[in-house]
């Protein structure tokens, strides 16, 4: 992300259109690390002999609020023109970035330091990476109070987006949580490492999150002889949820139309979900009434004489 802003391209999770062309002023990035020495950093990025554009690495050591805003706001004021501050990571500057008077403190800082600027006609822009709070679970969506920071902290951000594990290996689920000047999508971007010439990714597909998120061990697996239909969870109204957010009652529509003989592919048009998405909440849906015995007095017929579970990639 950095490497794209210091070269003047849009970074390509933002945006919703990849076949148009984009370009943007290239800025100068500065990088304060908190949790690598200056050398080990460049090692890590530069071990392919990579050379990053406009990109500067502070040297600073120490780190504390005070100390970080200090230096922000002296390497601000020597800045004639835009640029970005990236700091990884804000939870290593106290234990109690989670208080709400410690953070505050922080986001003050910041903005003050960022209206300084603004006098001076000058938009500097601060990336803020936090790490997810011990009581957090993977197997769970990413929401802001997943993040280890105060929501004192969390309520003044432009955009929040997070990086997150899924049940595939080598592969990370990108999700915008919430943004002013960015949409929330339904669904969230799968992302693949690679490695060279740096660390980087490059974009595989998109899928509703509780459809990648990591599995716990099954009930069989576990050695629970309990209730297994665990995936859908009731809304407020008693309604109960499948992959992709769908209610009962759209369930119920969704196979009338697989009757009529309608595609995943026709599905996908008519819901707006990916055709993996909607194939995952049929089977859901078949679980479920096979777990409430419904199949038996709703219709004579088992779904799988009507429903042709397509391969999806």
């Excluded at 936090?130 to 902290?153: E, M, Q, R």
């Excluded at 009731?234 to 196979?255: A, Q, R, T, W, Y």
């Excluded at 819901?271 to 777990?291: D, F, G, H, R, V």
Aim: glycine share 6%; charged share 30%.
């Amino acid at each position: 992300m950095m490497d794209a802003i210091a070269k003047g391209k849009p970074f390509e999770l933002f945006v919703s259109d990849r076949s148009k062309p984009y370009s943007l002023d290239p800025q100068d990035v500065y990088l304060i690390d908190l949790e690598m020495q200056y050398a080990k950093l460049s090692e890590r990025n530069g071990k392919h002999g990579y050379v990053f554009e406009n990109i500067y690495r502070s040297t600073c050591q120490t780190y504390s609020i005070d100390s970080y805003l200090k230096q922000c706001r002296e390497l601000v004021h020597s800045l004639t023109k835009p640029a970005t501050v990236f700091v990884d990571n804000i939870t290593r500057f106290t234990s109690d970035i989670t208080q709400p008077t410690i953070a505050k403190k922080l986001y003050d800082g910041i903005k003050d330091i960022r209206d300084e600027a603004k006098k001076r006609g000058i938009d500097i822009t601060f990336v803020l990476v936090a790490h997810t709070s011990n009581d957090w679970s993977k197997h769970k969506p990413i929401n802001i109070s997943s993040i280890a920071v105060a929501d004192t902290l969390t309520t003044g951000m432009d955009s929040i987006w997070a990086i997150g594990p899924t049940r595939y290996r080598d592969q990370k689920l990108f999700k915008i949580v919430t943004g002013r000047n960015i949409p929330e999508p339904d669904e969230v971007l799968i992302l693949e490492r690679t490695d060279e010439p740096f660390l980087c990714f490059k974009i595989v597909g998109t899928a509703t999150e509780d459809d990648v998120l990591p599995t716990r061990k099954s009930a069989s697996d576990s050695g629970d002889k309990g209730n297994r239909f665990k995936g859908n969870k009731k809304d407020v109204n008693g309604d109960v949820k499948f992959p992709g957010g769908f209610s009962l009652s759209d369930m119920e529509k969704i196979i009338e139309e697989y009757k009529s003989g309608s595609s995943l592919r026709d599905l996908q048009e008519d819901w707006k979900k990916s055709t993996t998405t909607i194939n995952k909440a049929i089977k859901k849906y078949e679980e479920y009434l096979a777990q409430t015995n419904s199949n038996k007095s709703n219709s004579e017929t088992p779904l799988d004489d009507y429903i042709d579970y397509e391969e999806v990639e």
